[in-house]
């Protein structure tokens, strides 16, 4: 099941610059999308979402935008910083799924470097 | 700041057995969620449950597997007949609407 891709497995970025985290998806029944970021032996945490009605949701550092003719979303962290290294999950929801179900891709390790 | 709380953090069981993971969702919450990872691979949704019964359930989520809302504060997932493949860390969701909140995880290892 690759309804939700994330391309790039990892991503190292300099402390104080734009982090930049992609996702695909190809399920346009899609209409709700989320960020995780995930620490080994924790579980996700939610970080930002979007609506299928928007094309930009920002909160703080952190940015999400959503491109629905190229069925692709981006996460912008600006400034980065050290402790933004994780692995960052995209995931979306189907209107179809009445249960909330979320499809997750397969995560893209974030190295924030001072 | 309100979280959702599992328990074991880890459970090691024998093939074959019950096990019953344990969860404390966000207590405002309506919607109630298991999904697992199994090591290297992706977070796979195993069930949703919404007032009180069982709203979406994946093709995982066979007959080995049951959940169940016993009070209004716990949220429980059980496997009856534990196989080698169930190996994986389990992790419970809640939601109010929107966005969903993870737990921390059980790691259940089964030998």
């Known amino acids: 099941d690759q309804q939700v891709k994330q391309n790039s497995p990892s991503l190292s970025v300099q402390e104080g610059r734009i982090s930049i985290l992609n996702c695909d998806y190809t399920n346009s029944m899609f209409d709700y999308f989320l960020w995780y970021k995930k620490y080994p032996a924790e579980g996700p945490t939610f970080l930002i979402s979007i609506s299928s009605i928007k094309d930009k949701n920002e909160d703080g550092r952190f940015t999400v935008f959503l491109n629905k003719s190229a069925k692709h979303l981006s996460l912008h962290i600006v400034p980065s910083q050290p402790g933004d290294s994780a692995v960052y999950f995209c995931?979306?929801?189907?209107?179809?799924?009445?249960?909330?179900?979320?499809?997750f891709g397969q995560g893209t390790e974030l190295s924030v470097k001072p | 700041e309100p979280e959702v709380t599992q328990t074991p953090s880890h459970q090691v069981t024998q093939m074959g057995q019950e096990v019953i993971l344990r969860c404390v969702p966000i207590?405002?919450?309506?919607?109630f969620y298991w999904y697992r990872q199994i090591l290297g691979q992706k977070v796979e949704f195993l069930v949703s449950?919404?007032?009180?019964?069982?709203?979406?359930k994946s093709e995982i989520f066979d007959d080995q597997f049951s959940v169940e809302r016993p009070d209004g504060s716990n949220f429980t997932l059980k496997i009856r007949s534990t196989k080698l493949e169930d190996s994986a860390m389990y992790f419970c969701a809640s939601s109010y609407s929107g966005g969903q909140f993870f737990g921390p995880g059980t790691r259940l290892t089964v030998l």
């Open positions: 995931a979306a929801r189907s209107i179809y799924n009445q249960g909330g179900k979320l499809i």
């Open positions: 449950f919404y007032n009180n019964e069982i709203s979406e």
């Open positions: 207590s405002n919450h309506l919607y």
